[in-house]
């Protein structure tokens, strides 16, 4: 669990690392908000693409193999964007990064729920970790693109990839079931309705993260704000921390939706009067987190509760994510033409409305599972 525990922290570093620094990259190279929101798109569309097809052929030979190729491909990525300067190379890295988020997502829930008792309370903490590492990664990137340079990020990144390549290659392998054939794995017949409302209502948390997290705060910070790079990686940082926390109180919590319901609730208006805060704008990026960590903590539950029965785990998790990043795909793809013709703002309110559906589906849902 412990070199799988460290994946999870290289994984998540190496992805808060790129997200803060790569719209402002894309902005020091004059490419458009607009491109930028299409560039960022091209994660979900390669996730679409090849996740479910990873997952089905994990559940066959285990997740030894793909935690290996995602080293390799972090590598990649990382390289490609440390000598990128067009549109064309940034979606060539982030296509390749795509693909390292697949191989890790494909086959990490089926990794920690091998070894667990309690799934969704294993996979919320996971998720806590996750959160300390993706704020790690964000004062790492934001200060070293404010002090040096975006490209020495990048080139550290690559020495990331480096290093899951060797944990992988030391883990032992898990999740195989070498006994079936490919076309076993899908048990399409066998997703029930329940299957397909809880894909759609965790589509809904995606979509609004993506909107919010990945796009709308280092632009609106760079561009409404005028904050410098260290400023907003310690931002995001605040907001990871708050997630993380918010994360495990929902475990301590017990993963209980009526208690955390009111928490999630709170979370809406404050996305919704954030561009307006002025000096509160740091205080309340961190309050959201907390409040999006309880979020995520249901959103592991779900998956846990939903897949309790299937033998195929990486692939139905697969499955049920592909609304997700389908959602995700448009969501991002939007966002920049949202940001020009409606201005941030709008895309505030559209992450709190968001968020909002995801609520209200996913306590409707477990309490069908609950009876």
Same mark, same amino acid.
């Given at each position: 669990m412990r070199k799988l525990t460290a994946i999870n922290f290289i994984h998540q570093f190496f992805w808060a690392a790129i997200v803060i620094t790569l719209p402002l990259y894309l902005i020091e190279k004059d490419i458009s908000v607009e491109e930028i929101g299409?560039?960022?798109?091209?994660?979900?569309?390669?996730?679409?693409?090849?996740?479910?097809?990873?997952?089905?052929?994990?559940?066959?030979?285990?997740?030894?193999?793909?935690?290996?190729?995602?080293?390799?491909?972090?590598?990649?990525?990382?390289?490609?964007?440390?000598?990128?300067?067009?549109?064309l190379h940034f979606s060539i890295g982030k296509t390749f990064e795509g693909t390292s988020y697949s191989l890790?997502?494909?086959?990490?829930?089926?990794?920690?729920?091998?070894?667990?008792?309690?799934?969704g309370a294993a996979a919320a903490r996971m998720t806590s970790i996750r959160m300390v590492a993706g704020a790690a990664g964000l004062l790492f990137g934001g200060y070293i693109a404010y002090a040096y340079s975006f490209e020495m990020v990048y080139h550290i990144l690559i020495g990331l990839g480096l290093v899951t390549l060797i944990? %992988?290659?030391?883990?032992?392998?898990? &999740?195989?079931?070498? +006994?079936?054939?490919?076309?076993? @794995?899908l048990e399409l017949g066998k997703k029930h309705a329940l299957f397909w409302e809880a894909s759609i209502a965790m589509a809904f948390a995606v979509a609004a993260n993506v909107l919010?997290?990945?796009?709308?705060i280092p632009v609106f910070m760079d561009l409404s704000l005028n904050a410098d790079y260290a400023v907003i990686g310690l931002t995001m940082a605040l907001y990871f921390i708050g997630t993380g926390i918010g994360a495990y109180a929902s475990v301590w919590l017990g993963l209980v939706e009526r208690k955390l319901l009111i928490?999630?609730?709170l979370t809406l208006p404050l996305i919704i009067i954030l561009p307006f805060s002025g000096p509160f704008f740091i205080p309340l990026i961190f309050i959201i987190g %907390?409040?999006?960590?309880?979020?995520? &903590?249901?959103?592991? +539950?779900?998956?846990?509760?939903? @897949?309790?029965?299937?033998?195929?785990?990486?692939?139905?998790?697969?499955?049920?994510?592909?609304?997700?990043?389908?959602f995700e795909f448009t969501a991002l793809a939007a966002a920049g033409f949202i940001f020009v013709l409606l201005g941030s703002e709008?895309?505030?309110?559209?992450?709190?409305v968001l968020l909002l559906a995801y609520i209200v589906l996913s306590d409707r849902v477990l309490k069908k599972i609950s009876g």
């Open positions: 299409l560039i960022l798109s091209l994660i979900p569309l390669t996730m679409v693409v090849f996740r479910t097809v990873l997952a089905m052929v994990s559940d066959i030979i285990g997740t030894k193999l793909f935690f290996i190729i995602q080293g390799v491909f972090q590598l990649l990525s990382a390289g490609i964007y440390a000598v990128a300067s067009t549109p890790f997502w494909a086959v990490d829930r089926t990794a920690i729920f091998s070894t667990a008792k309690k799934k944990l %992988a290659i030391i883990r032992h392998n898990a &999740g195989a079931h070498k +006994e079936e054939k490919l076309s076993q @794995t919010f997290l990945n796009f709308l928490y999630q609730l %907390a409040g999006t960590g309880m979020i995520w &903590g249901i959103y592991e +539950e779900l998956i846990a509760e939903v @897949t309790r029965e299937d033998t195929n785990l990486s692939t139905s998790i697969a499955l049920l994510h592909i609304p997700v990043k389908i709008a895309l505030f309110i559209l992450s709190a």
